[in-house]
């Protein structure tokens, strides 16, 4: 088929602005092309994409919906990149497109275009505009929707979840090395954020004496000024925002991977990545971690907020095989098995 993917607009793809959205797109455009199907992407002026034929738009970046509050009016700056990239869309050859941006806009447009245009919501539920929209998709197109994790769909409430087909996520396994022996060290990954709980894994490295290896952007300097003033080493700690091949080799050396949300993380890409590694994960069972993760086989799971729970399954790492991580990541988070899902859902779509 050919496959149109419509970009996420908060910022350019490989900009780090648009979080998991932009690793998700380039894999599932990889995916589907290893398929046999024909992948255009649209997406903000200054995206790049090696490998895919990307149409980019100016225009103003919309603002992050993390940032509104439920009941916050539709947002659409003026000269705004997403109501220009659906402009684009027009003028394309394409027989479905795939939505990748958390917004109204794509949403209200679903039923004007004749051709399927489909939605990857990428974030649990978070503004009244956007639940009230997917509703009246799913009335209207029962399988127009995919989501990650079936955690994520239920944020939505019973009658959207079930009509989300969850497609996961996935990853090209072959850039991730398998690390057999790892050093004495933590790990943390993610945008530092309040909604990510840096603070507990701080805390979890210091009541074990382990280091804790910091990797991830900035994404809010204030936060990470008072997470620097409350554990002084945390500095020290800091390895960056890295390349995906960086990333892989720094978090592979770890003995375990700390996943800490204070929110319902769609997915959790970090835990992914990890297992690619052979790193077990030791986290909160939320979200979509705490659905990824199985105890006792690819790590363990405490309640959320328990970070006495989390210190003592530290001491637990080593009856996790690394050998079998790799091998779960293989068999579920491949482009191969990704593809497979992604390729599923749009069939069932076909006009
Ligand atoms: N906010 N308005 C808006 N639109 C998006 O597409 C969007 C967002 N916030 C975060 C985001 N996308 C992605 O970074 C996450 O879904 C991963």
């Not at 603002?63 to 009941?71: D, E, G």
């Not at 701080?202 to 991830?216: E, F």
């Not at 809010?220 to 620097?228: A, M, N």
């Amino acid at each position: 088929m050919r496959v149109l993917c419509v970009s996420t607009p908060v910022g350019a793809l490989g900009s780090g602005l648009g979080g998991g959205v932009e690793l998700t797109l380039a894999n599932l455009a990889v995916a589907l092309q290893q398929r046999g199907h024909e992948v255009t992407v649209i997406a903000p002026a200054g995206s790049t994409l090696p490998g895919v034929p990307v149409i980019t738009v100016p225009g103003v970046p919309q603002p992050i919906a993390q940032n509104q509050s439920r009941q916050d009016p539709i947002t659409m700056p003026a000269g705004g990149v997403l109501g220009r990239m659906w402009q684009a869309v027009r003028s394309q050859p394409w027989d479905v497109a795939i939505n990748f941006a958390y917004d109204w806009l794509p949403l209200y447009l679903t039923p004007f275009f004749d051709r399927p245009v489909v939605h990857l919501v990428s974030m649990g539920s978070l503004v009244d505009y956007l639940d009230e929209m997917l509703a009246q998709i799913t009335q209207t197109y029962p399988h127009r929707l995919a989501m990650h994790t079936r955690a994520q769909a239920l944020t939505f409430g019973s009658a959207i979840a079930q009509a989300t087909t969850i497609i996961g996520n996935g990853l090209d396994v072959r850039r991730y090395d398998f690390c057999p022996q790892p050093a004495p060290v933590l790990a943390w990954v993610g945008r530092i954020a309040p909604e990510k709980g840096l603070g507990d894994a701080l805390t979890v490295a210091r009541q074990t004496g382990y280091p804790l290896r910091i990797m991830g952007k900035i994404h809010d300097p204030d936060y990470w000024r008072h997470i620097c003033t409350q554990f002084p080493e945390a500095t020290d700690y800091y390895r960056g925002f890295l390349s995906t091949d960086e990333l892989q080799k720094q978090l592979g050396e770890c003995a375990a991977l700390l996943v800490t949300p204070h929110w319902v993380e769609a997915f959790g890409n970090v835990v992914m990545e990890a297992l690619a590694c052979g790193v077990p994960v030791l986290g909160y069972d939320l979200g979509g971690p705490g659905e990824l993760v199985r105890a006792g086989e690819t790590g363990w799971l405490v309640a959320p907020g328990d970070v006495a729970g989390l210190a003592q399954a530290v001491t637990r790492i080593d009856q996790i095989d690394r050998q079998h991580c790799r091998r779960v990541a293989e068999q579920e988070f491949s482009l191969a098995a990704f593809g497979a899902r992604v390729e599923q859902w749009l069939g069932r779509n076909r006009s």
